[in-house]
């Protein structure tokens, strides 16, 4: 039997954490297993880490660069995180929900009030907690792509990102890989399938009824 489709509205998928509590690992699981979802590559104008892609991690830009395109307001939303700035550039989130896929963002507090602020009904947002102190700072260690004083520095502001996750839809403490990955799934499946998003199903429904 072929699957049936029903049309639905996408859906803005937000995860936030503080730095190195698993965020990347996560989504980069939930893009590979899922083709309905694809990823907001965001701008930023912090330096590239090593393995680092322009275009596929981030758009690398100046700050110049990155003010150009706040005053051509091409950006979704856009925030100060440490000492960089970020941004999601509209144009192609607004494709890809066009198209009927999801967007997947990891962006910070900021940016996810402001996300909810102009597009409410359609955010669907995460926090994901590290299992404790010791272990958020022995995985920012273990990434070993920054310097021992950013990775002191982002300790140090784990504790203000941190203190928003009272303002999310979902929270995750991430301990195990496999069990995080499996109840952000579940997640994502149960808001697929909310009756306002499945906008087919008037006339799904309309055809059944026909046919009885
Ligand atoms: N508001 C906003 N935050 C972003 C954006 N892109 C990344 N961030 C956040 O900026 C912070 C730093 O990101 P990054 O430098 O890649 O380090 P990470 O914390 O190890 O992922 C994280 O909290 C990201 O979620 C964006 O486009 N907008
Ligand atoms: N549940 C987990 N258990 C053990 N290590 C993890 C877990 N989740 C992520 N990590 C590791 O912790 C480090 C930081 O994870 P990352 O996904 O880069 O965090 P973030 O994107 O939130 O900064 C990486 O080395 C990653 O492999």
């Known amino acids: 039997m072929s699957e049936i489709s029903i049309n639905r509205r996408g859906l803005m998928f937000v995860m936030s954490s503080p ?11 939930l893009l590979e297993t899922d083709a309905e979802i694809v990823m907001s590559v965001s701008a930023t104008t912090r330096a590239p880490r ?5 275009g596929k991690d981030y758009y690398f830009a ?3 660069e990155f003010g150009l395109m706040v005053n051509r ?9 440490f000492d960089n700035y970020y941004g999601t550039p509209k ?3 607004e494709e890809a929900l066009a198209s009927g896929q999801d967007v997947l963002f990891d962006i910070d507090w900021q940016g996810t009030q402001q996300l ?6 359609d955010v669907v947002s995460i926090f994901i907690l590290p299992p404790s102190t010791q272990e958020l700072e022995r995985r920012l260690h273990s990434r070993a792509q920054d310097s021992a004083e950013v990775v002191a520095s982002r300790m140090s502001k784990a504790a203000d990102e941190m203190s928003h996750w009272a303002e999310y839809d979902y929270i995750i403490v991430n301990q195990d890989i496999a069990q995080s990955s499996a109840q952000i799934r579940a997640i994502l499946d149960a808001e697929r399938l909310k009756r306002p998003r499945q906008t087919g199903l008037d006339g799904f ?5 026909e046919g009885l």
Request: charged share 30%; glycine share 14%; aromatic share 2%.
């Open 73 to 81: 307001r091409e950006f979704l939303e856009h925030a100060k995180v």
């Open 62 to 64: 100046s700050v110049e």
């Open 205 to 209: 429904v309309k055809g059944l009824r």
């Open 50 to 54: 090593p393995g680092e892609v322009d």
């Open 91 to 93: 144009a192609p989130v």
């Open 116 to 121: 909810k602020q102009n597009a409410g009904a």
């Open 19 to 29: 730095s190195g509590a698993g965020k990347t690992t996560l989504s980069r699981g």
